[in-house]
């Protein structure tokens, strides 16, 4: 089954709308993070945000929000106001405490597309 | 502090030679990750070492093996190469001190592109 279920899976929008990328996750561990990753086309994964599975609340920072929800297992990522720059895929992975040590769990990534 | 480093950067080799990805961590990380990317497959975890130590393996076979020096720099090799074996290659250090579990954040590097031919 799979575990992380990111079911977009090309945005294709124009600068300066909003944009929010959908992350459905399943897990039976009670001790979990969640993270969301972006990877531009150098290849690089530059890390966004992790969230652990005790904290529901949901964060800001700048232009990007996150909105954690146990109830609906989601973890949805939402760029305001996008950019040029913001072209990239996008990636939300979970670390389960029964998975061991550093061991993500990669979605198939959303591929955003911001045109001018 | 300068970013996970991983050389070389391109690799084209051919079927059933053997290959050597190598990693430099964050300085100070002590836990260094590898996942192989494929189009197909997407990103897959391959293992993770702390203190020379692997403490973590995904599903992969047996050609696929790493090692930790004890400068917290990493080794992974591939050998007898498959033309399913083209991938990016990507790196990825963290603390490693956070304790069991998934309490890391994992910075990567920009990865090893290899071609199998």
């Known amino acids: 089954a799979q575990k992380v279920t990111q079911a977009q899976t090309e945005i294709s929008v124009v600068e300066k709308e909003d944009v929010t990328l959908d992350c459905v996750y399943e897990?039976?561990?009670?001790?979990?993070?969640l993270f969301w990753y972006k990877q531009p086309p150098s290849g690089e994964l530059v890390f966004l945000i992790r969230r652990n599975s005790f904290d529901e609340q949901n964060e800001i920072s700048g232009r990007y929000s996150w909105n954690f929800q146990k109830s609906t297992s989601s973890f949805n990522f939402t760029i305001t106001a996008s950019q040029v720059v913001d072209s990239a895929v996008y990636f939300c992975?979970?670390?389960?405490?029964?998975?061991?040590?550093?061991?993500?769990?990669f979605g198939a990534g959303t591929r955003l597309a911001v045109h001018p | 502090k300068a970013g996970v480093t991983q050389t070389p950067r391109y690799l084209i080799k051919t079927r059933g030679q053997q290959v050597t990805l190598s990693c430099s961590p964050i300085s100070g990380h002590r836990s260094v990750s590898w996942y192989q990317q494929t189009p197909g497959q997407g990103l897959q975890f391959l293992f993770e070492?702390?203190?020379?130590?692997?403490?973590n393996k995904g599903n992969f076979p047996g050609r696929f093996s790493g090692r930790q020096f004890s400068n917290s720099r990493s080794e992974m090799n591939v050998s007898t190469l498959e033309l399913g074996d083209s991938a990016l290659y990507l790196c990825?250090?963290?603390?490693?001190?956070?304790?069991?579990?998934?309490?890391?954040?994992?910075?990567f590097g920009p990865g090893t592109r290899l071609t199998v031919l």
């Open positions: 897990t039976r561990d009670t001790t979990y993070y």
């Open positions: 992975a979970l670390s389960e405490f029964s998975g061991g040590y550093n061991k993500l769990i």
């Open positions: 070492y702390f203190s020379e130590t692997q403490r």
């Open positions: 990825a250090s963290s603390s490693g001190l956070a304790g069991a579990g998934p309490t890391d954040t994992q910075y």
